[in-house]
């Protein structure tokens, strides 16, 4: 079993920036793989990043790519999401979620573990 504690989001002007941290515990973190999602009201749950805890080997969705950067600290076992150049469209309730495996993933339906999810609300 793995938990997962999320905290970063809150409100924020457009072009600005947010960290989403999102802390690991239970099974062996380095075995896993970690991704980001997101979801608007009203629409699906969308990949946004995704990195592998050991390599470090990092994978974006094109609407992110450029802006939103994803990290690990393996004392802390936690990883990270920078997002810079915020924009409206990027307003959703965030995840974080972790697979048993090291191959990255953008499908939502490879991870086994979920954070509860945190809102980050970009305003114009």
């Known amino acids: 079993q793995v938990q997962l504690v999320e905290s970063g989001g809150g409100l924020v002007q457009a072009g600005g920036s947010l960290r989403l941290s999102c802390a690991a515990s239970?099974?062996?973190?380095?075995?896993?793989?970690m991704g980001w999602f997101r979801q608007a009201p009203g629409k699906e749950r969308e990949f946004v990043a995704t990195i592998n805890w050991s390599s470090g080997i990092t994978l974006y969705a094109d609407s992110v790519k450029g802006r939103f950067t994803t990290s690990r600290d393996n004392a802390k076992n936690t990883g990270y999401l920078q997002m810079n150049s915020l924009q409206p469209e990027d307003t959703a309730v965030y995840y974080c979620?972790?697979?048993?495996?090291?191959?990255?993933?953008?499908?939502?339906?490879?991870?086994?573990?979920w954070g509860q999810g945190t809102q980050v609300t970009v305003s114009s």
């Open positions: 979620a972790a697979r048993p495996r090291n191959s990255l993933s953008r499908w939502s339906s490879d991870y086994d573990y």
């Open positions: 239970g099974r062996t973190v380095s075995a896993l793989a």
